[in-house]
């Protein structure tokens, strides 16, 4: 199993660009979310799925789209990138609700 | 905000030596979840604790929960120089809904040979 891939590994853009960040997983997990992680901080939420076209928002949603047409794959769309989306995004997935989560090994985006 | 507190944000220690991280949080919580990032790479769950337990053990690693103070720690017992990585808690709030974990800003685990 891959379990969950998360493409490309490494992304610059300049402002204003608009990218998708690719996100898939293998397993069958219902549960798939985005965060953010920022030198010395956590990771913070950015959206997140509970199944197949059912998604909300998390705690830095702006600037963010995603849509979830299949259980397999979660994108998630800079609309309109900026210098403060520069961070390393990673994705995850989780098959049972109140369960641990499998990430992906991340995106690293800069924005210039 | 973030819900989860790591102390201390970095600890440097001896191989063969244990290494204790805390985690405090904000709200009440259906669980509370440990993970690990090696350097320049994802983060791998370790071991999760329902708010109905206290203790919990997997190997070398034992969670404790104390949800009157709002608090865990993470026993790594006999380190070893592979456990070298920043370690992360995440609670799932009781309310709002679950698949949202939330995270600290983490504790940086050095262990040298």
């Known amino acids: 199993n891959a379990g969950v891939t998360q493409t490309p590994k490494f992304q610059v853009l300049k402002t204003g660009q608009s990218m998708t960040l690719q996100c898939a997983q293998d397993?069958?997990?219902?549960?798939m979310s985005w965060y953010r992680q920022d030198p010395g901080m956590g990771l913070r939420l950015i959206h997140y799925s509970v199944g197949a076209g059912i998604t909300d928002q998390g705690e830095v949603p702006n600037g963010y789209n995603v849509s979830r047409s299949t259980t397999e794959d979660f994108p998630l769309r800079l609309l309109s990138a900026a210098p403060s989306q520069t961070s390393v995004y990673f994705c995850?997935?989780?098959?049972?609700?109140?369960?641990?989560?499998?990430f992906g090994s991340g995106t690293r985006l800069t924005v210039v | 905000s973030q819900q989860g507190e790591e102390d201390p944000q970095a600890l440097s220690i001896q191989e063969g030596e244990n290494a204790t991280m805390n985690c405090s949080y904000k709200t009440s919580i259906n669980n509370l979840q440990w993970y690990r990032q090696n350097s320049g790479r994802g983060l791998v769950h370790l071991i999760l604790i329902r708010s109905n337990e206290r203790e919990k053990h997997s190997g070398r690693l034992r969670v404790t929960l104390d949800t009157s103070k709002k608090s865990s720690s993470l026993l790594i017992t006999a380190s070893r120089a592979a456990d070298t990585a920043s370690y992360f808690c995440a609670t799932v709030p009781f309310s709002g809904g679950y698949n949202k974990l939330i995270f600290g800003a983490g504790t940086r685990l050095a262990v040298h040979p």
């Open positions: 995850a997935s989780s098959g049972e609700p109140y369960n641990g989560y499998t």
């Open positions: 397993m069958n997990h219902e549960y």
